[in-house]
C-alpha cells in the first residue's frame, strides 16, 4: 500500500532516488533535509509499505502568498486588494523506475488532501506552483490550475 510520510534522513533512501531531473534529484539528495529543518519548506515522500525506505516521489510545501492582480478577473472580484495567502508546492517527482505508474497523479491528489487539510487550520485562497516548462505547465493545467496573468508558468489552484 502506497504512504505519504514527511522525509526523515533516518528512514528513507535519499540516495538511490532518481526523476531524470538533476535539478530535483539533487535537491532531494542535498537539501531536502536541511530545508525541511529549517522551515523552508516541508518535504513528503510516497513509499510502498512493503519497501518503507525507497523514495517513490516526492513533493515540497511552504507557506506563500500571492499578488490579486495575477489572478483572473472572476477569482479577483471574489477577494480582497491585497496579496492572499497560499501555499506552494516548490518540487514534484517520481522515480524515474515509476514512469507511467500514475505516481504523479497520486503524488497531486496528495498534495491537494493535505492543502485542503492545512486550509482548514491556516488560512489559503490556493496552492501556487511553478511550472519548469510547458509541458509541466500542462500537466498541472490537467487537474485545474490555471496560469497567472504576468507570469505563464506560475499556477494556481483555488482550494474553495
Do not use: W
Request: charged letters at 25%.
Amino acid at each position: 500500500m502506497l504512504e505519504e510520510q514527511v522525509l526523515d534522513a533516518k528512514r528513507h533512501d535519499r540516495t538511490a532516488f532518481r526523476c531524470g531531473v538533476p535539478a530535483l534529484d539533487d535537491y532531494l539528495h542535498k537539501y531536502a533535509v536541511q530545508q525541511n529543518a529549517k522551515g523552508i519548506s516541508t518535504v513528503f515522500v510516497l513509499v510502498d509499505d512493503a519497501a518503507p525506505r525507497s523514495i517513490l516521489g516526492f513533493y515540497t510545501l511552504s507557506a506563500a502568498q500571492v499578488d490579486v492582480q495575477q489572478l483572473s478577473e472572476t477569482e479577483r472580484k471574489k477577494l480582497p486588494r491585497y496579496p492572499v495567502p497560499c501555499f506552494r508546492m516548490g518540487r514534484l517527482a517520481r522515480h524515474s523506475a515509476q514512469a507511467g505508474a500514475g505516481l504523479g497523479e497520486v503524488l497531486m491528489g496528495c498534495v491537494v488532501d493535505r492543502c485542503l487539510h492545512a486550509r482548514s487550520l491556516v488560512g489559503a485562497y490556493a496552492l501556487l506552483v511553478d511550472a519548469k516548462d510547458d509541458k509541466a505547465k500542462a500537466f498541472y493545467q490537467r487537474f485545474g490550475f490555471i496560469a497567472c496573468l504576468d507570469a505563464p508558468l506560475t499556477l494556481y489552484l483555488p482550494l474553495g
